[in-house]
């Protein structure tokens, strides 16, 4: 894994410390890189009314969205957690990570003992997107 990556995992692993999960108590943190060298994060916020919650990728996308950045300026988003195993995103992530994200952006995934680096063509294939809808 390139240094630019394993930074950006530590990141995303700072970000995790954020997270409120007192229903699953488990804790996710994102961190997405800009092509500008901007990062923004984001961590899991759960709430009673679990419809409500939302994953950190969500967050991390959303804000960076927020703030006046769109997919041409995405260069990877790490993604990490403190579960046994690598967790990749939700559905509900996956496709907005879909219609977001650069479909050629590296998608970080890491537990702390693995790593994988993967892209949105890889995790959801078939999209359904604005292509779709128009």
Same mark, same amino acid.
């Given at each position: 894994?390139?240094?630019?990556?394993?930074?950006?995992?530590?990141?995303?692993?700072?970000?995790?410390?954020?997270?409120?999960?007192?229903?699953?108590?488990?804790?996710?943190?994102?961190?997405?890189?800009?092509?500008?060298?901007?990062?923004?994060?984001?961590?899991?916020?759960?709430?009673?009314?679990?419809?409500?919650?939302?994953?950190?990728?969500?967050?991390?996308?959303?804000?960076?969205?927020?703030?006046?950045?769109?997919?041409?300026?995405?260069?990877?988003?790490?993604?990490?957690?403190?579960?046994?195993? #690598?967790?990749?995103?939700?559905?509900?992530?996956?496709?907005?990570?879909? &219609? $977001? %994200? !650069?479909?050629?952006?590296? =998608?970080? #995934?890491?537990?702390?003992?693995?790593?994988?680096?993967?892209?949105?063509? &890889? $995790? %959801? !294939?078939?999209?359904?997107? =604005?292509?779709?809808?128009?």
């Amino acid at each position: 894994m390139s240094q630019n990556n394993e930074q950006l995992v530590k990141k995303a692993f700072i970000a995790m410390e954020n997270a409120y999960a007192p229903y699953s108590n488990y804790h996710v943190g994102a961190a997405l890189r800009l092509k500008n060298g901007v990062e923004i994060i984001g961590a899991n916020i759960e709430n009673a009314s679990f419809g409500a919650t939302c994953c950190a990728e969500r967050n991390a996308i959303f804000q960076t969205y927020s703030q006046g950045y769109r997919k041409d300026d995405i260069e990877s988003i790490a993604i990490v957690s403190d579960g046994k195993y #690598l967790a990749g995103p939700c559905g509900i992530c996956r496709q907005v990570l879909s &219609e $977001l %994200l !650069p479909q050629d952006a590296p =998608i970080i #995934l890491s537990n702390g003992k693995e790593t994988m680096v993967t892209n949105i063509n &890889e $995790l %959801l !294939p078939l999209q359904f997107g =604005i292509k779709d809808v128009l």
